[in-house]
């Protein structure tokens, strides 16, 4: 007699990290605001993102730029301005500039300037600790200057 055993099949993914592969690191290395002609507003934003992590590579992301009206915690955002990024390899950059004057809006230097790589988390890094920089055009040069992350 021929008997046949019927045996259920689960199949368990699971992702499991490949030795040696490395995360990228998402970083804004650069972050600059240029003055209009009469040199109380903002013309133009220059940020530069970096993948600091060699031998690793992202997907593409996305760059936001902020103008808060100071730099205090909860202070309010003005204005907010972004952009893609593409996809990085290890030890490459990308320098992205913004027309802060296209909104019709007169934003004043006295703002505070915050830009912020992959701010939705879309890629997983190294550290999420380092993906932002900070800056108070009006301050550019002075010894209170201090660019942050």
């Not at 368990?12 to 040199?39: H, N, Y």
């Not at 903002?42 to 997907?59: F, H, I, L, P």
């Not at 999420?128 to 920089?133: D, I, M, P």
Request: net charge positive.
């Amino acid at each position: 007699m021929l008997v046949k055993l019927a045996i259920p099949m689960v199949i368990i993914s699971a992702v499991l990290s490949v030795p040696g592969q490395i995360k990228p690191d998402l970083v804004v290395t650069g972050l600059q605001v240029d003055p209009d002609a009469s040199g109380r507003f903002a013309a133009r934003v220059t940020v530069t993102v970096s993948n600091s992590c060699r031998g690793s590579a992202t997907d593409a992301s996305f760059v936001m730029v902020t103008f808060k009206e100071t730099s205090r915690p909860g202070s309010k955002a003005i204005y907010f301005v972004g952009s893609r990024v593409n996809p990085l390899k290890g030890g490459e950059s990308q320098t992205l500039i913004f027309d802060a004057a296209a909104s019709g809006k007169q934003i004043g230097l006295d703002r505070h300037v915050l830009a912020e790589v992959d701010p939705y988390r879309k890629i997983a890094e190294a550290t999420e600790t380092n993906n932002w920089r900070t800056i108070n055009p009006n301050d550019a040069g002075s010894p209170q200057c201090k660019t942050s992350r």
